[in-house]
Protein backbone atom coordinates (compact mmCIF):
# COMPACT_ATOMS: atom_id res chain seq x y z
CA UNK A 1 0.00 0.00 0.00
CA UNK A 2 1.22 3.15 -0.14
CA UNK A 3 3.22 5.09 2.47
CA UNK A 4 0.90 8.04 3.18
CA UNK A 5 2.35 11.27 4.91
CA UNK A 6 0.44 14.17 6.82
CA UNK A 7 0.87 17.20 8.03
CA UNK A 8 -1.83 19.78 10.20
CA UNK A 9 -2.49 23.23 9.30
CA UNK A 10 -1.45 25.76 12.49
CA UNK A 11 -4.27 27.46 11.13
CA UNK A 12 -7.20 25.53 11.14
CA UNK A 13 -5.92 22.12 12.71
CA UNK A 14 -6.90 19.84 9.68
CA UNK A 15 -4.90 17.54 8.22
CA UNK A 16 -4.23 16.74 5.17
CA UNK A 17 -1.72 13.87 3.13
CA UNK A 18 1.88 15.19 0.87
CA UNK A 19 3.50 13.44 -1.50
CA UNK A 20 6.29 10.66 -0.37
CA UNK A 21 8.58 13.39 -2.05
CA UNK A 22 7.84 16.70 -0.37
CA UNK A 23 7.66 14.25 2.88
CA UNK A 24 11.52 13.35 2.55
CA UNK A 25 12.37 17.41 1.80
CA UNK A 26 10.26 17.98 4.94
CA UNK A 27 12.63 16.55 7.35
CA UNK A 28 15.62 18.43 5.63
CA UNK A 29 14.06 21.57 5.35
CA UNK A 30 11.71 22.09 8.20
CA UNK A 31 11.56 25.53 6.95
CA UNK A 32 9.58 24.80 3.27
CA UNK A 33 6.85 26.78 3.32
CA UNK A 34 3.26 24.22 2.54
CA UNK A 35 0.18 26.01 2.13
CA UNK A 36 -3.53 24.21 3.23
CA UNK A 37 -5.75 23.05 0.89
CA UNK A 38 -8.89 24.06 3.41
CA UNK A 39 -8.41 27.13 4.77
CA UNK A 40 -5.59 27.99 1.97
CA UNK A 41 -3.49 30.04 4.66
CA UNK A 42 0.51 29.53 4.05
CA UNK A 43 2.57 28.21 6.55
CA UNK A 44 6.19 27.17 7.27
CA UNK A 45 6.21 23.64 8.07
CA UNK A 46 8.44 23.21 11.08
CA UNK A 47 6.46 20.46 12.74
CA UNK A 48 5.65 16.85 12.54
CA UNK A 49 4.61 14.73 9.57
CA UNK A 50 2.34 11.63 10.77
CA UNK A 51 2.77 8.51 8.85
CA UNK A 52 0.02 7.17 7.33
CA UNK B 1 -7.19 27.69 -45.54
CA UNK B 2 -7.67 27.81 -41.74
CA UNK B 3 -6.94 25.02 -39.45
CA UNK B 4 -9.94 23.44 -38.02
CA UNK B 5 -10.43 24.88 -34.48
CA UNK B 6 -12.65 24.34 -31.13
CA UNK B 7 -15.38 26.33 -31.89
CA UNK B 8 -15.77 24.94 -35.78
CA UNK B 9 -15.95 21.85 -34.38
CA UNK B 10 -18.53 22.97 -31.94
CA UNK B 11 -20.77 24.48 -34.50
CA UNK B 12 -20.08 21.01 -36.11
CA UNK B 13 -21.67 19.50 -33.29
CA UNK B 14 -24.61 21.83 -32.32
CA UNK B 15 -25.50 21.48 -36.51
CA UNK B 16 -25.08 17.96 -37.02
CA UNK B 17 -25.23 16.13 -33.56
CA UNK B 18 -27.07 19.14 -31.46
CA UNK B 19 -27.71 16.92 -28.55
CA UNK B 20 -23.79 16.72 -27.86
CA UNK B 21 -24.02 20.20 -26.46
CA UNK B 22 -25.45 22.14 -23.84
CA UNK B 23 -25.52 26.00 -23.40
CA UNK B 24 -26.09 27.10 -19.76
CA UNK B 25 -26.80 30.65 -19.58
CA UNK B 26 -27.26 31.06 -15.68
CA UNK B 27 -24.26 32.30 -13.74
CA UNK B 28 -22.28 29.84 -12.53
CA UNK B 29 -19.21 30.12 -10.42
CA UNK B 30 -16.01 28.51 -11.62
CA UNK B 31 -15.52 27.24 -7.89
CA UNK B 32 -16.84 23.95 -7.65
CA UNK B 33 -20.18 24.85 -9.31
CA UNK B 34 -19.20 24.30 -12.89
CA UNK B 35 -17.66 20.68 -11.78
CA UNK B 36 -21.50 19.64 -9.89
CA UNK B 37 -23.34 20.26 -12.58
CA UNK B 38 -21.07 18.49 -14.98
CA UNK B 39 -21.17 15.16 -12.20
CA UNK B 40 -24.53 15.40 -12.34
CA UNK B 41 -25.24 14.88 -15.77
CA UNK B 42 -22.57 12.17 -15.63
CA UNK B 43 -24.44 10.50 -12.36
CA UNK B 44 -27.67 10.07 -15.48
CA UNK B 45 -25.22 9.24 -18.48
CA UNK B 46 -24.81 11.95 -19.92
CA UNK B 47 -21.18 12.97 -21.53
CA UNK B 48 -22.54 16.51 -23.24
CA UNK B 49 -19.85 19.36 -24.11
CA UNK B 50 -21.34 21.73 -21.91
CA UNK B 51 -20.69 25.64 -22.15
CA UNK B 52 -21.10 27.87 -19.38
CA UNK B 53 -21.69 31.52 -20.80
CA UNK B 54 -21.77 33.17 -17.59
CA UNK B 55 -18.77 32.97 -15.08
CA UNK B 56 -16.66 35.13 -13.00
CA UNK B 57 -12.92 35.52 -13.34
CA UNK B 58 -10.42 35.31 -10.90
CA UNK B 59 -11.10 38.73 -10.47
CA UNK B 60 -14.64 38.28 -9.51
CA UNK B 61 -15.99 39.90 -12.77
CA UNK B 62 -17.99 38.28 -15.50
CA UNK B 63 -15.30 36.71 -17.94
CA UNK B 64 -15.44 38.16 -21.58
CA UNK B 65 -14.81 34.01 -22.28
CA UNK B 66 -17.34 31.07 -21.83
CA UNK B 67 -16.06 27.79 -20.05
CA UNK B 68 -16.17 25.20 -22.04
CA UNK B 69 -15.83 21.50 -20.54
CA UNK B 70 -16.08 17.65 -21.34
CA UNK B 71 -14.97 18.53 -25.25
CA UNK B 72 -13.75 14.87 -25.08
CA UNK B 73 -16.16 13.05 -22.81
CA UNK B 74 -17.47 11.41 -25.21
CA UNK B 75 -15.62 8.47 -27.84
CA UNK B 76 -18.45 9.31 -30.20
CA UNK B 77 -17.16 13.08 -30.35
CA UNK B 78 -13.48 11.54 -30.42
CA UNK B 79 -13.99 9.05 -33.12
CA UNK B 80 -16.08 12.17 -34.97
CA UNK B 81 -13.48 14.64 -34.74
CA UNK B 82 -10.94 12.26 -36.70
CA UNK B 83 -13.36 11.36 -39.42
CA UNK B 84 -14.02 7.58 -37.86
CA UNK B 85 -16.25 5.21 -35.64
CA UNK B 86 -15.99 4.17 -31.95
CA UNK B 87 -15.46 0.84 -32.91
CA UNK B 88 -12.37 1.87 -35.33
CA UNK B 89 -10.71 4.95 -33.44
CA UNK B 90 -7.53 3.29 -31.93
CA UNK B 91 -6.58 2.02 -35.75
CA UNK B 92 -8.07 4.84 -37.52
CA UNK B 93 -5.59 7.08 -35.50
CA UNK B 94 -2.66 4.39 -36.00
CA UNK B 95 -3.76 5.10 -39.64
CA UNK B 96 -3.50 8.71 -39.25
CA UNK B 97 -0.32 8.74 -36.91
CA UNK B 98 1.70 9.94 -39.31
CA UNK B 99 4.32 13.08 -39.79
CA UNK B 100 3.04 16.22 -41.84
CA UNK B 101 5.34 18.96 -41.22
CA UNK B 102 3.78 22.14 -39.79
CA UNK B 103 3.57 25.16 -41.68
CA UNK B 104 4.44 28.62 -39.98
CA UNK B 105 1.89 31.72 -41.17
CA UNK B 106 1.97 35.37 -40.17
CA UNK B 107 0.68 36.70 -37.35
CA UNK B 108 -2.22 38.10 -39.24
CA UNK B 109 -3.63 34.59 -40.03
CA UNK B 110 -3.69 33.57 -36.48
CA UNK B 111 -6.58 33.69 -34.44
CA UNK B 112 -4.78 33.16 -31.10
CA UNK B 113 -3.14 36.62 -32.00
CA UNK B 114 -6.51 38.52 -32.07
CA UNK B 115 -6.08 39.74 -28.47
CA UNK B 116 -2.10 40.03 -27.05
CA UNK B 117 -1.52 40.65 -23.71
CA UNK B 118 2.33 40.91 -22.48
CA UNK B 119 4.14 41.92 -19.11
CA UNK B 120 2.09 43.11 -16.39
CA UNK B 121 -1.45 42.62 -19.02
CA UNK B 122 -0.57 39.68 -19.14
CA UNK B 123 -3.35 38.35 -16.16
CA UNK B 124 -4.50 35.11 -15.40
CA UNK B 125 -6.85 36.52 -13.09
CA UNK B 126 -9.18 37.56 -15.99
CA UNK B 127 -9.76 34.16 -17.37
CA UNK B 128 -12.53 31.86 -16.22
CA UNK B 129 -10.09 29.19 -14.57
CA UNK B 130 -12.37 26.39 -12.48
CA UNK B 131 -11.49 24.81 -8.85
CA UNK B 132 -13.01 21.42 -9.24
CA UNK B 133 -12.82 19.29 -6.19
CA UNK B 134 -12.89 20.29 -2.55
CA UNK B 135 -9.22 19.74 -1.62
CA UNK B 136 -7.77 20.79 -4.38
CA UNK B 137 -5.23 23.65 -3.33
CA UNK B 138 -6.87 26.09 -5.27
CA UNK B 139 -8.67 27.11 -9.29
CA UNK B 140 -5.81 25.05 -11.92
CA UNK B 141 -5.83 25.09 -15.71
CA UNK B 142 -6.29 21.44 -16.57
CA UNK B 143 -7.23 21.97 -20.03
CA UNK B 144 -3.68 23.16 -21.62
CA UNK B 145 -1.05 21.10 -24.36
CA UNK B 146 1.77 21.74 -22.59
CA UNK B 147 4.55 22.76 -25.29
CA UNK B 148 8.15 22.05 -24.55
CA UNK B 149 11.39 22.15 -27.39
CA UNK B 150 13.90 19.52 -26.57
CA UNK B 151 16.99 21.93 -26.20
CA UNK B 152 19.67 19.27 -28.34
CA UNK B 153 17.24 17.83 -31.22
CA UNK B 154 14.86 20.64 -31.34
CA UNK B 155 11.56 18.59 -30.80
CA UNK B 156 8.50 19.65 -29.37
CA UNK B 157 6.79 17.42 -27.31
CA UNK B 158 3.57 18.31 -26.42
CA UNK B 159 1.92 16.76 -22.41
CA UNK B 160 -1.77 17.54 -21.63
CA UNK B 161 -0.77 19.05 -17.78
CA UNK B 162 -2.07 20.62 -14.45
CA UNK B 163 -1.09 24.12 -13.60
CA UNK B 164 -1.78 25.89 -10.09
CA UNK B 165 -2.31 29.31 -10.27
CA UNK B 166 -0.32 30.78 -7.15
CA UNK B 167 -0.90 34.23 -8.99
CA UNK B 168 -1.94 36.52 -11.58
CA UNK B 169 1.43 35.54 -13.66
CA UNK B 170 2.40 32.66 -11.66
CA UNK B 171 1.85 29.37 -12.17
CA UNK B 172 3.26 26.04 -10.54
CA UNK B 173 3.38 23.02 -13.50
CA UNK B 174 3.34 19.10 -12.97
CA UNK B 175 5.53 17.17 -15.21
CA UNK B 176 4.65 13.58 -14.94
CA UNK B 177 8.14 11.82 -14.05
CA UNK B 178 7.46 8.86 -16.51
CA UNK B 179 6.84 11.21 -19.81
CA UNK B 180 8.75 12.90 -22.48
CA UNK B 181 8.28 16.47 -21.10
CA UNK B 182 9.92 15.58 -18.14
CA UNK B 183 12.71 14.15 -19.77
CA UNK B 184 12.90 17.53 -21.60
CA UNK B 185 13.15 19.07 -18.23
CA UNK B 186 16.10 17.35 -17.18
CA UNK B 187 18.26 18.53 -20.13
CA UNK B 188 17.33 22.16 -20.00
CA UNK B 189 18.26 21.81 -16.05
CA UNK B 190 21.57 20.09 -16.76
CA UNK B 191 22.24 23.18 -19.40
CA UNK B 192 21.21 25.64 -16.33
CA UNK B 193 18.55 27.24 -18.63
CA UNK B 194 14.61 27.98 -17.80
CA UNK B 195 12.57 26.64 -20.16
CA UNK B 196 10.37 28.10 -22.82
CA UNK B 197 6.87 27.13 -21.75
CA UNK B 198 4.03 27.33 -24.01
CA UNK B 199 0.28 26.32 -22.94
CA UNK B 200 -2.48 25.85 -25.66
CA UNK B 201 -6.01 26.29 -24.64
CA UNK B 202 -8.52 25.26 -26.40
CA UNK B 203 -8.51 23.87 -30.37
CA UNK B 204 -10.15 20.98 -32.42
CA UNK B 205 -9.84 17.51 -30.40
CA UNK B 206 -8.14 16.49 -33.51
CA UNK B 207 -5.18 18.75 -32.21
CA UNK B 208 -5.70 17.32 -28.85
CA UNK B 209 -5.24 13.65 -29.93
CA UNK B 210 -2.27 14.12 -32.34
CA UNK B 211 -0.80 16.20 -29.09
CA UNK B 212 -1.25 12.86 -26.86
CA UNK B 213 0.58 10.45 -28.95
CA UNK B 214 3.17 8.16 -27.75
CA UNK B 215 5.77 7.92 -30.13
CA UNK B 216 8.96 9.98 -29.14
CA UNK B 217 9.06 12.44 -32.18
CA UNK B 218 8.29 16.29 -32.96
CA UNK B 219 5.09 16.08 -32.03
CA UNK B 220 3.19 19.12 -34.12
CA UNK B 221 4.22 16.68 -36.95
CA UNK B 222 1.97 14.42 -35.62
CA UNK B 223 -0.91 16.54 -35.13
CA UNK B 224 -0.77 17.34 -38.46
CA UNK B 225 -0.83 13.97 -39.35
CA UNK B 226 -4.27 13.02 -37.04
CA UNK B 227 -5.58 16.79 -38.17
CA UNK B 228 -5.14 15.85 -41.89
CA UNK B 229 -3.28 18.87 -42.83
CA UNK B 230 -0.26 20.71 -41.43
CA UNK B 231 -0.60 22.39 -38.33
CA UNK B 232 -0.55 26.00 -38.50
CA UNK B 233 1.86 27.50 -36.27
CA UNK B 234 3.08 31.51 -35.86
CA UNK B 235 5.96 33.39 -34.23
CA UNK B 236 5.30 33.41 -30.02
CA UNK B 237 5.29 37.01 -28.19
CA UNK B 238 8.31 36.09 -26.16
CA UNK B 239 10.73 34.07 -28.19
CA UNK B 240 9.84 34.70 -31.65
CA UNK B 241 10.54 32.64 -34.57
CA UNK B 242 12.84 30.41 -32.11
CA UNK B 243 9.44 28.90 -30.14
CA UNK B 244 6.44 28.92 -32.50
CA UNK B 245 2.83 28.54 -31.06
CA UNK B 246 -0.44 27.05 -33.02
CA UNK B 247 -2.32 29.89 -34.67
CA UNK B 248 -5.70 28.37 -34.54
CA UNK B 249 -6.13 27.83 -30.65
CA UNK B 250 -8.00 29.38 -28.46
CA UNK B 251 -5.55 31.07 -25.84
CA UNK B 252 -2.12 30.82 -25.83
CA UNK B 253 0.28 31.29 -22.34
CA UNK B 254 3.44 32.03 -22.89
CA UNK B 255 5.62 31.60 -19.86
CA UNK B 256 9.23 30.59 -18.79
CA UNK B 257 9.51 28.03 -16.59
CA UNK B 258 12.24 27.84 -14.16
CA UNK B 259 14.38 24.51 -13.61
CA UNK B 260 16.00 25.28 -10.39
CA UNK B 261 13.25 26.92 -8.10
CA UNK B 262 10.59 25.06 -7.10
CA UNK B 263 7.39 25.48 -4.94
CA UNK B 264 4.30 24.28 -3.10
CA UNK B 265 1.68 22.11 -5.17
CA UNK B 266 -1.52 19.83 -4.86
CA UNK B 267 -3.33 18.49 -3.41
CA UNK B 268 -5.18 18.06 -7.20
CA UNK B 269 -7.60 15.83 -7.38
CA UNK B 270 -6.45 13.16 -10.15
CA UNK B 271 -7.05 10.51 -12.82
CA UNK B 272 -7.48 7.77 -10.40
CA UNK B 273 -10.18 9.97 -8.63
CA UNK B 274 -7.93 10.36 -5.46
CA UNK B 275 -5.54 13.56 -4.49
CA UNK B 276 -2.25 13.69 -5.52
CA UNK B 277 -0.57 14.47 -2.20
CA UNK B 278 0.93 17.55 -1.68
CA UNK B 279 4.61 18.29 -3.37
CA UNK B 280 7.16 20.63 -5.18
CA UNK B 281 7.14 21.31 -8.28
CA UNK B 282 8.60 24.30 -11.30
CA UNK B 283 7.11 27.67 -10.97
CA UNK B 284 6.71 29.87 -14.22
CA UNK B 285 6.12 33.01 -14.92
CA UNK B 286 3.25 34.59 -17.20
CA UNK B 287 5.46 35.89 -20.30
CA UNK B 288 2.27 36.86 -22.50
CA UNK B 289 -1.16 35.69 -22.92
CA UNK B 290 -3.07 35.73 -26.63
CA UNK B 291 -6.26 34.53 -27.77
CA UNK B 292 -8.88 34.91 -30.42
CA UNK B 293 -11.46 37.86 -29.80
CA UNK B 294 -14.41 35.66 -28.71
CA UNK B 295 -12.35 32.79 -27.35
CA UNK B 296 -13.71 29.90 -25.37
CA UNK B 297 -11.88 28.85 -22.31
CA UNK B 298 -11.21 24.98 -22.49
CA UNK B 299 -11.59 23.16 -18.88
CA UNK B 300 -10.68 19.39 -18.94
CA UNK B 301 -12.70 17.98 -15.64
CA UNK B 302 -10.21 16.14 -14.08
CA UNK B 303 -10.51 12.16 -13.11
CA UNK B 304 -14.00 12.13 -15.06
CA UNK B 305 -14.63 10.81 -18.59
CA UNK B 306 -13.43 14.10 -19.66
CA UNK B 307 -9.67 13.68 -18.61
CA UNK B 308 -9.87 9.84 -19.22
CA UNK B 309 -10.43 9.43 -23.12
CA UNK B 310 -8.74 12.65 -24.41
CA UNK B 311 -5.63 10.07 -23.90
CA UNK B 312 -7.16 6.63 -23.67
CA UNK B 313 -7.71 6.00 -27.38
CA UNK B 314 -3.80 7.03 -27.97
CA UNK B 315 -2.82 4.81 -25.25
CA UNK B 316 -4.92 2.02 -27.11
CA UNK B 317 -3.23 2.53 -30.13
CA UNK B 318 -0.10 2.60 -28.50
CA UNK B 319 -0.42 -1.11 -27.02
CA UNK B 320 -2.33 -2.50 -30.13
CA UNK B 321 1.25 -1.48 -32.37
CA UNK B 322 3.46 -3.02 -29.48
CA UNK B 323 0.80 -6.40 -29.13
CA UNK B 324 0.87 -6.41 -33.19
CA UNK B 325 4.52 -6.48 -33.02
CA UNK B 326 4.35 -10.01 -31.04
CA UNK B 327 0.86 -11.49 -31.23
CA UNK B 328 -0.57 -10.83 -34.91
CA UNK B 329 -4.16 -12.09 -33.67
CA UNK B 330 -4.44 -9.07 -31.49
CA UNK B 331 -7.82 -7.23 -32.94
CA UNK B 332 -8.64 -4.51 -30.93
CA UNK B 333 -7.55 -2.60 -27.10
CA UNK B 334 -9.99 -0.71 -24.80
CA UNK B 335 -8.80 1.10 -21.85
CA UNK B 336 -12.43 1.00 -19.82
CA UNK B 337 -13.55 4.09 -17.84
CA UNK B 338 -14.33 2.13 -14.84
CA UNK B 339 -10.35 1.28 -14.81
CA UNK B 340 -9.43 5.13 -14.79
CA UNK B 341 -8.54 4.75 -18.72
CA UNK B 342 -5.31 3.89 -17.66
CA UNK B 343 -5.25 0.77 -15.09
CA UNK B 344 -7.07 -1.69 -17.06
CA UNK B 345 -7.19 -3.04 -20.31
CA UNK B 346 -9.34 -5.43 -22.33
CA UNK B 347 -7.38 -6.98 -25.27
CA UNK B 348 -9.49 -8.65 -27.82
CA UNK B 349 -7.61 -11.51 -29.69
CA UNK B 350 -8.47 -14.20 -32.50
CA UNK B 351 -5.26 -16.52 -31.00
CA UNK B 352 -3.99 -19.45 -32.67
CA UNK B 353 -2.16 -20.86 -30.18
CA UNK B 354 -2.89 -21.10 -26.09
CA UNK B 355 0.37 -19.67 -25.47
CA UNK B 356 -0.50 -16.09 -26.72
CA UNK B 357 -2.81 -14.45 -24.39
CA UNK B 358 -0.15 -14.57 -21.67
CA UNK B 359 2.42 -12.99 -24.43
CA UNK B 360 -0.04 -10.46 -24.84
CA UNK B 361 -0.03 -9.62 -21.10
CA UNK B 362 3.23 -9.93 -20.77
CA UNK B 363 3.75 -7.52 -23.66
CA UNK B 364 1.12 -5.18 -22.61
CA UNK B 365 1.67 -4.91 -19.13
CA UNK B 366 5.83 -3.95 -20.02
CA UNK B 367 4.54 -1.53 -22.39
CA UNK B 368 2.33 1.47 -20.07
CA UNK B 369 3.80 1.87 -16.60
CA UNK B 370 0.15 2.83 -15.69
CA UNK B 371 -1.57 -0.13 -16.95
CA UNK B 372 -1.66 -2.48 -14.09
CA UNK B 373 -4.55 -5.24 -15.22
CA UNK B 374 -5.23 -6.79 -18.70
CA UNK B 375 -8.11 -9.08 -19.46
CA UNK B 376 -7.83 -11.02 -22.44
CA UNK B 377 -11.26 -11.98 -24.29
CA UNK B 378 -11.81 -14.37 -27.77
CA UNK B 379 -13.38 -11.74 -30.85
CA UNK B 380 -16.81 -12.82 -29.83
CA UNK B 381 -16.63 -10.68 -27.01
CA UNK B 382 -17.30 -7.13 -27.49
CA UNK B 383 -14.54 -5.25 -24.97
CA UNK B 384 -16.38 -2.11 -25.30
CA UNK B 385 -18.77 -3.71 -22.71
CA UNK B 386 -17.52 -4.61 -19.07
CA UNK B 387 -20.76 -6.68 -18.66
CA UNK B 388 -19.21 -8.87 -21.55
CA UNK B 389 -15.64 -8.76 -20.55
CA UNK B 390 -16.39 -9.81 -16.59
CA UNK B 391 -18.72 -12.72 -18.26
CA UNK B 392 -16.08 -14.03 -20.15
CA UNK B 393 -13.70 -14.10 -16.93
CA UNK B 394 -16.32 -15.86 -15.27
CA UNK B 395 -17.03 -18.70 -17.92
CA UNK B 396 -13.64 -18.82 -19.51
CA UNK B 397 -10.87 -18.43 -17.13
CA UNK B 398 -9.49 -20.63 -14.29
CA UNK B 399 -7.17 -18.99 -12.25
CA UNK B 400 -4.50 -21.69 -11.20
CA UNK B 401 -3.63 -21.60 -14.95
CA UNK B 402 -5.08 -18.33 -16.59
CA UNK B 403 -4.20 -15.82 -14.14
CA UNK B 404 -0.91 -13.94 -14.55
CA UNK B 405 0.91 -12.10 -11.40
CA UNK B 406 4.14 -9.79 -12.09
CA UNK B 407 5.06 -8.02 -8.87
CA UNK B 408 8.05 -5.49 -8.52
CA UNK B 409 7.24 -3.75 -11.75
CA UNK B 410 6.66 0.27 -12.25
CA UNK B 411 3.46 1.72 -11.92
CA UNK B 412 2.02 5.49 -11.01
CA UNK B 413 2.39 6.36 -7.39
CA UNK B 414 -1.58 8.04 -7.95
CA UNK B 415 -2.90 4.57 -7.76
CA UNK B 416 -2.90 4.52 -3.46
CA UNK B 417 -2.95 0.64 -3.04
CA UNK B 418 1.02 0.72 -4.86
CA UNK B 419 4.12 0.67 -2.38
CA UNK B 420 4.58 3.77 -4.02
CA UNK B 421 5.70 3.29 -7.83
CA UNK B 422 6.50 0.15 -7.40
CA UNK B 423 3.08 -1.73 -8.39
CA UNK B 424 1.94 -5.62 -8.59
CA UNK B 425 0.51 -6.25 -12.08
CA UNK B 426 -1.28 -9.21 -13.50
CA UNK B 427 -3.56 -10.63 -16.15
CA UNK B 428 -5.93 -12.93 -16.90
CA UNK B 429 -6.56 -15.22 -19.80
CA UNK B 430 -10.31 -15.28 -20.05
CA UNK B 431 -10.03 -16.55 -23.60
CA UNK B 432 -11.60 -20.15 -24.64
CA UNK B 433 -8.85 -22.60 -25.88
CA UNK B 434 -8.51 -22.87 -29.19
CA UNK B 435 -9.59 -26.38 -29.73
CA UNK B 436 -13.21 -25.52 -29.32
CA UNK B 437 -14.62 -28.76 -29.72
CA UNK B 438 -13.22 -29.20 -25.65
CA UNK B 439 -15.92 -25.94 -24.71
CA UNK B 440 -19.56 -25.65 -24.66
CA UNK B 441 -21.47 -23.84 -27.23
CA UNK B 442 -22.39 -20.00 -26.60
CA UNK B 443 -26.60 -19.78 -26.04
CA UNK B 444 -28.01 -17.50 -29.16
CA UNK B 445 -31.00 -16.83 -30.95
CA UNK B 446 -31.37 -17.61 -34.60
CA UNK B 447 -29.56 -14.62 -36.28
CA UNK B 448 -32.20 -14.04 -38.83
CA UNK B 449 -34.95 -13.99 -36.16
CA UNK B 450 -33.06 -11.55 -34.23
CA UNK B 451 -32.68 -8.99 -37.14
CA UNK B 452 -36.54 -9.95 -38.80
CA UNK B 453 -37.70 -8.76 -35.18
CA UNK B 454 -38.38 -5.07 -34.61
CA UNK B 455 -39.53 -3.74 -31.19
CA UNK B 456 -41.79 -1.51 -32.66
CA UNK B 457 -44.16 -4.48 -34.36
CA UNK B 458 -44.81 -6.00 -31.07
CA UNK B 459 -44.54 -2.58 -28.41
CA UNK B 460 -46.61 0.23 -28.64
CA UNK B 461 -45.08 3.75 -29.16
CA UNK B 462 -46.11 4.78 -25.51
CA UNK B 463 -44.32 1.90 -23.80
CA UNK B 464 -41.46 1.73 -26.25
CA UNK B 465 -40.40 5.37 -25.23
CA UNK B 466 -39.94 3.81 -21.84
CA UNK B 467 -37.17 1.72 -23.01
Redesign the interface.
Known amino acids: ?????Y?ACPSCHKE???????SD?LESNPNQ???C??C?Q?FRFGGTIRRG | MMNPCMQSFIEHLERDMPWHVIRVKKEVSAEFEIAAILQHLEARKKQPVIIFEKVRNLNGSLSELPVVINLFGSRERLADAIGTTVPNLALAYLAKERPVPPVVVDRGEAIVKQVVQKGEAADLYQLPIVTHHEMDLGPYLTGPSAWVKDPETGWTNCAIVRAYVAGPRHLVVNFNVARHSNYYFHKYKALKRNIPLILVIGHHPAFYMGAQTKLLTDEPEIIGGIMGEPLELTPSETWGEKILVPAQAEIVIEAEMSTSEVEIEAPFGEYTQYYAGQRLNPSCEVKAITRRKNALYLDIMPGHADHLLVDAPMIEAYLFNRIKAVVSGVIAVHMPVSGSARLHAYIQLKKSNDGEPKTVIATALSSDYRLKHVIVVDDDINIFDDDQVLWAVATRSQWDKDLVILPGMMGTRLDPSADDVVTTKGGIDATKPVDHRSFPQRIRIPESVMSRIKLEDYLAPDVLQQF
Do not use: T, W
Not at chain 1, 1 to 5: C, D, G, I, N, Y
Not at chain 1, 16 to 22: A, F, G, M, V
Open positions: MAKVSVYYIDRILAILKPFKE
